[in-house]
């Protein structure tokens, strides 16, 4: 029997991530009080075969907050797969896949003579992601 499992080829290929927007705020303490990340959006272009989501992470200051808004992009391989697995579940998939590199990417961007902020790893793939989700960080961390 041919098919994806017996040719070894994964269901999707994760392609990169692109920050689309960004606007830094930071506080003196450059470490936030609280992170809040949700899916803004996805699509599927059904004839190239590549899924799109937008996420939306925000760090959250006592009087400011920074917001980034990134892109993510999936190969579907099999496209039976994504119909039966449904869009919920292949949203929360595909976010828990893109948000270990959404993490680097904040750090990086917010490394400066201060310490990066360091956003802490999160199971995402039980997050409801259309409602978002927020994480308080403990003060000093």
Do not use: C, H
């Given at each position: 029997m ?5 040719d070894n ?6 392609l990169?991530?692109v ?14 009080q609280s992170?809040?990340?949700k899916?803004d959006d ?6 190239k075969?590549?899924?799109l ?5 925000l ?10 808004k990134?892109?993510?992009?999936f ?13 919920s ?11 270990p ?7 990086d961007?917010?490394?400066d003579?201060r ?10 793939r039980q ?9 308080t960080?403990k003060?000093?961390?």
């Amino acid at each position: 029997m041919k098919g994806v499992i017996m040719d070894n080829v994964p269901v999707y290929n994760f392609l990169g991530y692109v920050l689309l927007e960004a606007s830094l705020k930071q506080a003196n303490g450059n470490q936030p009080q609280s992170v809040f990340v949700k899916l803004d959006d996805s699509k599927f272009d059904s004839e190239k075969g590549i899924y799109l989501i937008n996420i939306i992470t925000l760090l959250k200051y006592s009087e400011v907050e920074s917001v980034f808004k990134f892109e993510a992009a999936f190969e579907i391989n099999e496209q039976k797969w994504l119909e039966e697995v449904g869009q919920s579940m292949v949203d929360s998939i595909f976010m828990a896949t893109a948000f270990p590199y959404i993490r680097s990417k904040i750090f990086d961007i917010t490394s400066d003579v201060r310490p990066g902020v360091f956003l802490p790893t999160i199971d995402m793939r039980q997050a409801d992601v259309y409602k978002g989700v927020t994480f308080t960080l403990k003060s000093g961390k």
